[in-house]
Every structure is written in structure tokens, then in C-alpha cells.
């Protein structure tokens, strides 16, 4: 595609020839091919124009920054925000790839990974070919790419809305979140659907303020309008939240539909119960009534569930089958996921790292009256400081026994973090936990202390498989290392029951 093509509608300067034919494009300097146009954004750490060089060295033929870079011999072009620009260059590159797909956007802080994979679910059993672009990883088209962002970089987001294009996927669900919508990679996509599931604290150290949050989320909604597609547009969202009174004014260019366990929504909640198996409720819709019996556990994950019923039948797909597709969706990596060796006891893993998403799980799993309820959880490095008193003092409030531990410490001191934790403790007096920094140490000591009917909740990582520790990702996995520590215990009990009874 020619240069000129890909600057349609883009305020930029070209600095040579504009007619240059571009084969690919890319920010990556390690990507670059030849006949390649490459994008020098400006990053948290590092700065995309130390790269051009190199980039025109492996065959880029254009580089693409907020100024004229000295010495480059390559075509140059001048935008004012690099960021904001490859939105718009990678949708003229790959042809607005979005138009072809029904597109919806999951945002809140918690719940947008399980939504996707129960949509997922209820589109592809009513044989809708269905992508997903979230944090565990993108999938589409029987491929699998592991994610290295919740949403990915905007040229990232066009090349698979166009490869799922081709290969005639009908619906994409995507978790959008606020860095993605305050950092423009889901700039210009046109939303079909948009889904609020709450707001709670989280990404302090990046939004600064509760308000700031919030304004990030809420450009999803207020981008929510008509363009090229004939979908309708709806923004479906938590009545129950107490920001939605201030996001549903805002949105103007579609309809709105509620969820929750007022009375007041769309799509409400009644009589829920709990057990081992998941949660059963009654499930009241302008469509009608239905008994659900959900495998999957807590009031959170009931809000998620009314969340996708409002987003498939909004869809197209049939009350009934939307409602069978939920009763059978399976687990969700790293989101209440059971570790079973055969154990008297129950161990889970969760992703839960915020401080109403600790408490959504510990409330689910009390409601199991376990003989106790025993917490491993961190806080991680470099992130919002401001919850990790208050996640000290859910874990402590609703659980037995906690054990505080490490959780991606990155460049931070994992003690000192772990000290910012027990501030929230301390301040209620509280003494039912202890400080193992090193996490394989605490989930083998939370393991150790196991007895019959305790429930241990693993929580901060869920579906990661890796440390942090400073720029350093080491391989570690909640669910394998529980694994180990169960299945040691579990060989010593037998060959001390097989001892006692020689």
C-alpha cells in the first residue's frame, strides 16, 4: 500500500517520497522487514527514535515519530502523537478491519476475562465463529497467542481483526482497558456493544484518582454511536455499581440496557444460592424467567453471567440457548480453579489482585462454611501503593488464616511491599497471619496447615505463569506449585498410613 494511502485523514509531514510503497508496518525494531514503515512511540521507559536507526538497518523505508530524526536514511514522516497516529495508520493499512465484525468491548475493573469466555462460549455453541483479544490470550480461527496486554497495542488489534476477518469470524469480544482507552489502542474501532461491569480501586499509580479512572472507562461509552455498520448499538451496563449513575448520562449515540440485582434492571438476579457445584438463580428478562444453575462460583460471577445474557440476546442468539450455553461453560484459567490431587481440603487459584475482587471470592467461598478459610495473596511492584492496606485488611477480615507473600515485586523491595500490607492489618489489631516474602514458601506453608474441609485460596496471579522480580519474568505457577506441595503431602500421609498399619 502506497504511503499516501496509509496518511489518508492523518495531520502529518512527509519529508520525501510520499508515494513509497509500504509492505508492513510495525513499532517494533526487531520486527522490521524490508520495505517496512516503522513507528517510534515514545514509552514509559524508553523512546522509539533510539530504535530507527536500527530499524533502517534491518530494511524499514520509512519512519514514522513526533519529530525529524537526524541522520536517517529513510522517508520521514512527522505526526504530532505517534500513539494516537498508528491507530489511525493501522486502520487505513489493514482497511478498517472492525466493519466486518460485530465488536464488543468488556471494561470495568473486575469480571472482563470471565465475560469473554462465557461470551465466547454462548456465541460458538450457537455457531457464531467467535475471537477473543483479552488478558490470558488472544484466540481466533483455532489459533491461541498469548497476551502481553489486557488489549494490545492499536496496530496489534487491526492485523487480528483482519485476520479474523478473513477468515469469517463473526463476532470479537475484547476486554478494553483503561490504559488501552487513556494510551488510544482501541482508537477509531467502531463498538458495537459496550459492557460496564463495575469500578473499584485499581491503577492508581497510572490514573492518579478515582475521577481519572473513571473518565478512562467511560470513553468507551462515549465513543458508542453510529458509523459504517448496521449493528445497533448498546451499551450494557451494572445498575448495581454506584458509577453507573454517572456513565449512563453519558452515553448518547445508543440504547442502554441495565443488569444486576435490583429490581430496577433489565436483567436482574433473584434467589441466589450457593454450593460446591457453582451458583443457582432465577433469572428475570423482558424475555421472560429462567432457572440458572451457573458452575461457577459467587455473586461476582452471577453479575457476569447477567452481563453476557443481556449481551447475547441482544445479539440475536436465542433466551434458551444463551441460558444452556452458561450452564456449560467451562473453567476459567486462574479464576476460581480448583487444584484437586485427591486432597481432604479444597484449594483454588485466582487472579483476584484488587481488594473488591479478594472480597468477591472470599464472601463466595465463606458461603461454602469451610472449617477455615486460609489466604496466600501479594500485592504487586511498582503499582497503585494505595490498596495494599486494604487488601491486607479484607484477607484478614474474612479469612482464618492469611499468609502475605510476593506477587510480581518487580523493582520494589517484595519486604517493604509486604510492610505497605500489614499497615491495613495492624490497624485493626488484627494477628491471624504471617510475612513469607518468598511465594513458594507461603503456598507450601498454607498447604502444610491444611485439615479436612479448610478451603485455601490462592490468590494475586491466577492464570500467570511467571514472577516479576526487577525486568526479570521467572517461571511460576500458582496451580503447579500448590500442585507440588498437595501431592507431597498427600504421599506422606499415605506412607505414614501405610507405616501405621504395619
Known amino acids: 500500500m502506497k504511503l499516501s494511502k496509509i496518511l489518508k485523514n492523518i495531520d502529518s509531514k512527509v519529508k520525501g517520497d510520499a508515494d513509497i510503497e509500504i509492505k508492513g508496518i510495525t513499532y517494533d525494531s526487531r520486527k522490521v522487514k524490508r520495505g517496512y514503515a516503522f513507528i517510534a512511540l515514545s514509552g514509559q521507559h524508553v523512546d522509539g527514535r533510539s530504535f530507527a536507526a536500527k530499524a533502517v538497518s534491518e530494511g524499514a523505508v520509512c519512519v514514522i515519530a513526533d519529530a525529524e530524526i537526524p541522520g536517517i536514511k529513510a522517508v520521514q514522516v512527522e505526526v504530532k502523537n505517534p500513539a494516537e497516529a498508528m491507530a489511525d495508520i493501522s486502520s487505513n493499512f489493514y482497511s478498517h478491519p472492525d466493519k466486518n465484525l ?44 498469548p497476551a502481553l496486554n489486557t488489549t494490545p497495542q492499536s496496530l496489534d488489534v487491526d492485523r487480528m481483526l483482519a485476520e479474523m476477518s478473513r477468515e469469517k469470524v463473526a463476532v470479537c469480544v475484547m476486554e478494553v482497558s483503561s490504559h ?63 458509577w453507573s449513575n454517572k456513565l449512563i448520562p453519558l452515553v448518547k449515540g445508543a440504547g442502554v440496557v441495565t443488569y444486576g440485582l435490583s429490581p430496577k434492571a433489565d436483567y436482574c438476579a433473584e434467589n441466589i444460592r450457593a454450593s460446591s457445584r457453582g451458583s443457582e438463580f432465577l433469572v428475570q428478562t423482558p424475555l421472560g424467567r429462567r432457572k440458572v444453575e451457573l458452575p461457577h ?89 494505595s490498596k495494599r ?24 523491595d517484595p519486604e517493604r511491599i509486604a510492610l505497605d500490607i500489614e499497615v491495613g492489618i495492624r ?76
Open 102 to 145: 460485530h465488536l464488543i468491548g468488556v471494561t470495568g475493573t473486575n469480571g472482563k476475562t470471565t465475560i469473554t469466555y462465557m461470551l465466547e462460549s454462548i456465541f460458538s455453541r450457537n455457531k457464531k465463529a467467535t475471537g477473543v483479544i483479552g488478558t490470558i490470550n488472544y484466540r481466533y480461527a483455532k489459533k491461541v497467542i
Open 180 to 242: 488501552a482507552l487513556e494510551l488510544d489502542r482501541v482508537r477509531g474501532l467502531e463498538f458495537d456493544t459496550a459492557i460496564f461491569t463495575n469500578l473499584t480501586r485499581d491503577h492508581l499509580d497510572f490514573h492518579r484518582t478515582m475521577e481519572d479512572y473513571f473518565s478512562a472507562k467511560a470513553k468507551l461509552f462515549t465513543s458508542l454511536k453510529s458509523g459504517e455498520k448496521n449493528f445497533p448499538k448498546t451499551a450494557i451496563v451494572n445498575i448495581d455499581d454506584p
Open 297 to 385: 462460583l459467587g455473586r461476582h460471577n452471577v453479575y457476569n453471567a447477567l452481563a453476557c445474557v443481556a449481551s447475547a440476546v441482544g445479539f440475536g442468539v436465542p433466551f434458551e440457548s444463551t441460558i444452556s450455553a452458561l450452564e456449560n461453560v467451562q473453567q476459567v484459567p486462574g479464576r476460581l480453579e480448583k487444584v484437586d490431587c485427591g486432597q481432604n481440603y479444597t484449594v483454588v487459584v485466582d487472579y483476584a489482585h484488587t481488594d473488591d475482587a479478594l472480597r468477591n471470592v472470599l464472601e463466595a467461598l465463606k458461603e461454602l462454611n469451610p472449617a477455615r478459610l486460609v489466604t496466600v495473596f501479594g500485592c504487586g511492584g511498582d503499582r497503585d501503593r
Open 389 to 412: 492496606p486494604v487488601m491486607g485488611d479484607v484477607a484478614t477480615d474474612l479469612s482464618d488464616f492469611v499468609f502475605v507473600t510476593s506477587d510480581n515485586p518487580r523493582t520494589e
Open 427 to 502: 490497624r485493626k489489631h488484627r494477628s491471624n497471619y504471617q510475612v513469607l516474602v518468598e511465594r513458594e514458601q507461603a503456598i507450601a506453608a498454607a498447604v502444610n496447615m491444611a485439615a479436612k474441609g479448610d478451603i485455601i485460596l490462592i490468590a494475586g496471579k491466577g492464570h500467570e505463569t511467571y514472577q516479576i522480580i526487577g525486568d526479570q519474568r521467572v517461571h511460576f505457577n500458582d496451580v503447579e506449585m500448590a500442585r507440588k506441595y498437595i501431592s507431597a503431602a498427600e504421599n506422606s500421609r499415605r506412607a505414614c498410613a501405610v507405616s501405621e498399619g504395619k
